[in-house]
C-alpha cells in the first residue's frame, strides 16, 4: 500500500492547443485584478473622505481578493505551461484551505457591508457613534475568524483520509469532493463534514445578506422623496451588485455537474473574473471613489506641470 506524495492537476490539458493563450489571457486577467484591488486600496488610504466604515470594508474586500487570486492562479498559470502538472501533497491542502477560508470569509464579508448599509440608511444620526474604529476592525476580522474555523475542520478531516492510488485532479485546484474521491478510506464523515460546512460557508451568509437588502429596500420604498430614494439606493447599489455577482457564480459552480466539461470554466469566472470584475463596480457606480481619482489625476498633472 502506496501513500501519495504529490497529486496531478490536469486543469486544461485537455485544450493543449490552446494552453499558450490561456496563460496570456489568465496572466493578463490576473495582473489586471491585482491592480484594480490595489488601487482601490490606494485610492481609500490616500482620500481622507474616503475614511469611512463603508469604504474600510471594501479596502477590506479588495485585499481578501488580492490574496485569493494569489493563492490560486500562480499555480494555475505554472500549470498551463509546465509539463509536469503537479501539486506536493501538502501544498495542495493548503490551497483547500486558503481557498475555501477566504471564499467562507467574502461571503460573510459581504453580508457585514450589507448590515453597514442597513445602519447607514436606518439609523443615519446614530450610524457615526455606531460604527466606531474598533467596530469596523472587528466586523472586518470577524469573517476571517469564521472563514477559517469553517475551513478547518472539512480540511483537516479530508487530509487525514488515507490516498493510497489515484492522484489526478481534473481540476486546476484542489477541490473538497475530488480529492475525497481519490481516497481509499471511508469519507463518509469528511463528507459530511464538508457538506454542512457549506450550509455555514454560504447557505448562511446568503441568507443573511438576501435578508439585509430586502429590509433595506422596505426601508427604501417608504421614503417619499424620490431624491432621497435614489441616494439610499445609490449608497448600496455597488454592494448589491458586487453581492449579486459573487452568489450568482458561487451557484453556478456548486450546481454544475461535478466532471462536466464546463465545471472548470465556471470555476475559473468564479476564481479570477469575480475579483477582477469588483474594482470596476466600485469604481464606475460610485461617485466618491470616481471623484477621488479625478482629484489624483489633476494632482499629478499638476506636479508634472511644475
Not at 45 to 67: D, G, K, N, V, W
Not at 122 to 136: A, D, E, G, H
Not at 170 to 186: K, P, T, Y
Not at 214 to 225: E, G, Q
Amino acid at each position: 500500500m502506496t501513500t501519495v506524495e504529490e497529486f496531478i492537476l490536469l486543469a486544461f490539458s485537455d485544450l493543449y492547443q490552446l494552453q499558450i493563450l490561456l496563460f496570456i489571457v489568465i496572466l493578463l486577467v490576473y495582473i489586471m485584478c491585482v491592480f484594480g484591488n490595489f488601487l482601490i486600496i490606494f485610492i481609500i488610504r490616500a482620500e481622507p473622505s474616503l475614511q469611512t466604515p463603508m469604504y474600510f470594508l471594501i479596502s477590506t474586500l479588495s485585499t481578501l481578493e488580492i490574496i485569493y487570486v494569489s493563492s490560486v492562479v500562480p499555480n494555475l498559470l505554472a500549470n498551463l505551461i509546465a509539463v509536469k502538472k503537479t501539486i506536493f501533497f501538502n501544498g495542495c491542502f493548503i490551497q483547500l484551505f486558503v481557498g475555501s477560508s477566504l471564499g467562507t470569509s467574502e461571503s460573510y464579508l459581504l453580508a457585514v457591508m450589507a448590515f453597514d448599509r442597513v445602519l447607514a440608511i436606518n439609523k443615519p444620526l446614530q450610524y457615526v457613534s455606531i460604527m466606531t474604529q474598533r467596530v469596523c476592525v472587528q466586523l472586518a476580522l470577524l469573517p476571517f475568524i469564521v472563514g477559517i474555523v469553517i475551513a478547518l475542520i472539512p480540511t483537516v478531516l479530508t487530509a487525514i483520509l488515507e490516498f493510497c492510488g489515484p492522484n489526478e485532479i481534473h481540476h486546476f485546484i484542489c477541490d473538497f469532493a475530488r480529492l475525497q474521491s481519490l481516497a481509499c478510506s471511508n469519507t463518509y464523515m469528511s463528507t459530511l463534514v464538508t457538506n454542512s460546512g457549506a450550509i455555514f460557508a454560504f447557505g448562511l451568509p446568503f441568507t443573511i445578506t438576501l435578508g439585509l437588502y430586502i429590509h433595506i429596500i422596505i426601508i427604501i420604498s417608504k421614503i417619499s422623496s424620490a431624491e432621497s430614494k435614489w441616494k439610499a439606493f445609490s449608497t448600496c447599489s455597488s454592494h448589491l451588485t458586487a453581492a449579486g455577482l459573487f452568489y450568482i457564480t458561487t451557484i453556478m459552480v456548486y450546481t454544475v455537474p461535478k466532471g462536466s466539461q464546463y465545471d472548470r470554466f465556471f470555476a475559473l469566472i468564479y476564481t479570477i473574473l469575480t475579483p477582477l470584475l469588483n474594482p470596476f463596480i466600485y469604481t464606475f457606480r460610485n461617485k466618491d471613489i470616481k471623484r477621488a481619482l479625478i482629484k489624483s489625476r489633476r494632482l499629478k498633472l499638476r506636479q508634472l506641470s511644475f
